[in-house]
């Protein structure tokens, strides 16, 4: 005699008292994947602001001075860790939306062109109001381990033997034109500034971090032939890791 | 089971109706489970190759996962894409359990073969038993992915779009998975010297 499956079914839901889920459960969930969806898109997006900051104030015309080819400079000096970020936001934010109710409907490329699109249009519109130089700010006065990557990365402009050193203003003497300088691996320099230029009207003044284009000498004596800022846009901004 | 004037009142309604009518009352699933009952029994053995019995265990757990989830059926879809889906999910995670790949044991209809037949582009003289000998063979070897897929276009006849609501891929990968099933089932044809 053939089992009347129905019955089975309606009686095992009635003895283990299984009710179904409430419609809320399913509406939160829902809203839950928009909204990891959503905060990946700002996300991604202010990273992508950050990346196109730190284009803009790349030495880019400065390149040569470091004795890398084009490609290898541009190599060292991206900013690497957001551009990780953004790929990883962008990473979650395709996920999350292919896991909305019909997101399982759209073709990889549609989903790909939507996210990196919104990212990077909403990006550059936070690169334009100033959002991505703020961003990096913030992130950099409150993440300890990110002035490590960064002063790592800025390392590339430590190449004394190539005509290039950072560092820390510790001392001007303007009658002898000379300035002393601790770069980041502690070392003073003395450098000689009576035959410099100076970026954009930069002006020296003790604490400052700046970047030394020039010759080294004997020691720790380094000519100087141009000063900027170290990084372009801000000036005289401290990086936490190097102040004292 | 109630009296069978409900039953026939039950028999017109739509599945939508249906599942409103078991979240107000649970005697009502039983009418969804009478429903689908076979159908999805079948494609559970079809695409899993278990035993009647286990598929039976299975089918259990659909239905009850049915009911609990009732209040996520979303009526832009057909209920039976989605409870094709839920099927198919449960069968795929019981044979991962199991930790086996999914055997082929079907019973080859005439639809299925004439189906499938006409969509190869046979000369038009089928020796359906013939086929029947033969396609299982074809389909034993198949990876699950394309089986499952041949399956449902040509043994569950479900459209392109149910197929991507089932499976939970685009319209685009189901045409592409399609498409690459007939060509290995094709090439599976030819490897095993097999006329059709």
Known sequence: MEKDFSKEILEKIKKEQIKPKSKWHFILKDHVVWFVFAASIVLGALAFSIILHFWEINDWDAYYRVNENFLTFVLLTIPRFWIVCFLLFALVAYFYLKHTREGYRMEFAKVVVLNLGLSLVCGGVLYSVGAGRQAENEFAKRAPFYNDLRNDQEGIWLRPEQGVIIGKIMRIEADQELLELDDPRQITWTVDISDTEYFQGFVLQKGFLIKVFGKQGEGNYFVAQEIRPLLKEHGPRMIPAMEE | ?196
């Open chain 2, 1 to 196: 089971m109630r009296n069978d004037s409900l039953t026939d009142l039950c028999v017109s309604k739509t599945d939508e109706e249906l599942v409103a009518m078991a979240l107000e009352d649970q005697d009502y699933f039983a009418y969804i489970v009478t429903r689908y009952e076979k159908k999805l029994l079948s494609y559970i053995i079809r695409i899993s190759g278990l035993s009647r019995e286990d598929a039976e265990d299975v089918l259990q757990e659909v239905f009850i996962k049915i009911y609990v989830n009732l209040n996520s059926f979303d009526d832009k879809l057909k209920f039976s894409s989605w409870a094709y889906r839920i099927t198919h999910n449960e069968a795929i995670n019981n044979y991962r359990k199991k930790k086996s790949r999914p055997q082929c044991a079907m019973d080859l209809d005439d639809e299925f073969l004439n189906n499938l037949a006409s969509d190869m582009q046979t000369d038009g003289h089928i020796d359906i038993q013939y086929l029947k000998d033969n396609v299982r063979k074809v389909l034993e070897v198949m990876e699950p992915k394309y089986r499952e897929v041949l399956v449902l276009r040509f043994w569950e006849d479900k459209d392109y779009g149910e197929i991507s609501d089932i499976l939970k891929k685009p319209m685009g990968t189901v045409a592409t998975l399609l498409s690459r099933a007939k060509s290995s089932f094709r090439k599976e044809i030819e490897k095993q010297n097999i006329k059709l």
